[in-house]
Nanobody, 124 residues
Framework: QVQLVESGGGLVQAGGSLRLSCAASGRTLSRYTTGWFRQAPGKEREFAAAITRSGGRTYYADSVKGRFTISRDNAKNTVYLQMNSLKPEDTAVYYC?????????????????WGQGTQVTVSS
């Protein structure tokens, strides 16, 4: 089993940046594809970004493409989500999740383990 802890959320003005971290314990994170999802109040959880085990491939939702960058540091057992040019509509709780065998990276039901989430609030 793997435990995931997100950090780096906070309050930022529109146009600003944040870097989220997803630190893993219990298992080596490099064994998993890792995704970032987000959920705004009253809305369904939605895919933001994902990265393969080696970091060789990355995937992004259209809504964040060009603004967000997912990366991983397997030596630190951590995956990052760099978020630039933030917009008020990016406000949500952000979750990282991992999956051993991925089918569809954007499907949250595919993922095996989840963190507790970190709040990101973007003010206009």
């Amino acid at each position: 089993q793997v435990q995931l802890v997100e950090s780096g959320g906070g309050l930022v003005q529109a146009g600003g940046s944040l870097r989220l971290s997803c630190a893993a314990s219990g298992r080596t994170l490099s064994r998993y594809t890792t995704g970032w999802f987000r959920q705004a109040p009253g809305k369904e959880r939605e895919f933001a970004a994902a990265i393969t085990r080696s970091g060789g491939r990355t995937y992004y939702a259209d809504s964040v493409k060009g603004r967000f960058t997912i990366s991983r540091d397997n030596a630190k057992n951590t995956v990052y989500l760099q978020m630039n040019s933030l917009k008020p509509e990016d406000t949500a709780v952000y979750y990282c999740a991992v999956v051993w065998v991925v089918t569809t990276v954007s499907d949250h039901s595919t993922y095996d383990y989840w963190g507790q989430g970190t709040q990101v609030t973007v003010s206009s």
